[in-house]
């Protein structure tokens, strides 16, 4: 049910089993995981657990999930479109939340705007999603400029209760967003 996608420099997959040994590439690099979860490296059974939760971020909208992003055959980050879980973030119909996540030797290149901002078209054009969201710490400024720069706006601030606080979380989190009509309008620009 889910598409194969591409933009100019990146080629994205959906995530399948065999994907496991990137996520584990990713999410033990402390860099990367800085502001996610514990702000530490994860263990492997901690990435083989948070690989089972991404293959089924689909559930229940068919065609949202995960994507693998290769420029020619190098691994460089993952991109999702995931279905809401939380009732604070709103209906589960007609809305994804946009996430990713790419090694740091990526960063600052435009792709992770590059990849988003596929997922954001794939979303509104091809799956009729009629809002997209991402959600971050509020001290995340890489991620916030690239929600920013792909046409987010700002929406609120929330606190959320976590398991182990990280260095920043006392500023809570952010969530941006986007809907098909802004995106539009943004596209014509
Ligand atoms: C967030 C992340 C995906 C950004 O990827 P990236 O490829 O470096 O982003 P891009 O190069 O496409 O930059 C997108 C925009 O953000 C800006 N930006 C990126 N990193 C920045 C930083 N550290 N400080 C300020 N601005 C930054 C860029 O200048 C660009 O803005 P512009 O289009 O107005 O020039 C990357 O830093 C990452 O994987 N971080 C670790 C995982 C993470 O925190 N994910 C988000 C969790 S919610």
Partial sequence: MQAALSSARI??????EEHLDYEIELDSDP???RYLGAGVARSRPEIEEAHRR?????TPTPGLGYWIGFIEDQFVGWWTLSTPERPDQGPVEGQAELGYRL??????????????RELLRHG???????RIFAETMAVNTASRATMASIGMHYVRTFYLQWEHSIPGSEHGEVE???????WR?????
């Fill in 103 to 116: 090694l740091p030797r990526y960063w600052r290149r435009g792709l992770g705007g590059e990849g988003a």
């Fill in 124 to 130: 509104f054009v091809d799956l009729g999603l009629g």
């Fill in 54 to 58: 991404r293959l089924t971020a689909a």
């Fill in 31 to 33: 860099e990367v995981m």
């Fill in 185 to 189: 309008t943004h596209q014509r620009r």
């Fill in 11 to 16: 080629t994205l997959v959906p995530l399948t």
């Fill in 176 to 182: 941006y967003a986007i809907t098909s009509d802004n």
